[in-house]
């Protein structure tokens, strides 16, 4: 017969941790403002470029500070090295994104919430205008190596 050691749990005890730095606020799921994409970087790719202008306008921008913007920078880079064929990045790339909130499953992680009839408004428009741009880049990086 097993001991327990220590006191009982309580019978209502109650989650003392339920807020988050993120999820303190909901986000509206409207597109930023933005920024442009600084020339001094050098981005060659059309997907990069895109990359940028998503995640600019994306509704977690809206708090950023100077540090986040800077970190979506030096992702964007590395996107554009991805698409000029440099697949070892994915992981990375994945990373950085994923601590933005980029997935269903990152945002859920990061307790963020968005209102949901701007998000699938926005989503269904910005899906028909690169379907077919990322698309051709995609096989044409697939099918050079």
């Known amino acids: 017969?097993?001991?327990?050691?220590g006191p009982a749990p309580n019978s209502n005890a109650v989650r003392r941790n339920t807020t988050h730095a993120l999820?303190?606020?909901?986000?509206?799921?409207?597109?930023?403002?933005?920024?442009?994409?600084?020339?001094?970087?050098?981005?060659?790719?059309?997907?990069?470029?895109?990359?940028?202008?998503?995640w600019s306008r994306a509704p977690q921008t809206e708090d950023w500070m100077e540090t986040d913007w800077a970190e979506l920078e030096l992702t964007t880079k590395l996107v554009?090295?991805?698409?000029q064929g440099d697949t070892k990045l994915a992981g990375e790339i994945r990373q950085r994104v994923g601590k933005w909130g980029a997935t269903t499953?990152?945002?859920a992680r990061l307790r963020m919430s968005f209102d949901k009839q701007v998000e699938m408004e926005s989503a269904e428009t910005s899906?028909?205008?690169?379907?077919?741009?990322?698309?051709?880049?995609?096989?044409k990086l697939l099918s050079e190596g």
């Open 105 to 107: 499953e990152d945002r």
């Open 23 to 54: 999820g303190e606020k909901p986000l509206t799921g409207k597109a930023g403002a933005g920024r442009e994409l600084p020339k001094a970087l050098g981005i060659e790719t059309s997907a990069a470029k895109r990359f940028w202008k998503t």
């Open 80 to 83: 554009d090295l991805f698409y």
């Open 127 to 139: 899906k028909a205008a690169s379907d077919t741009d990322i698309d051709a880049e995609l096989f």
């Open 1 to 5: 017969m097993a001991t327990r050691r």
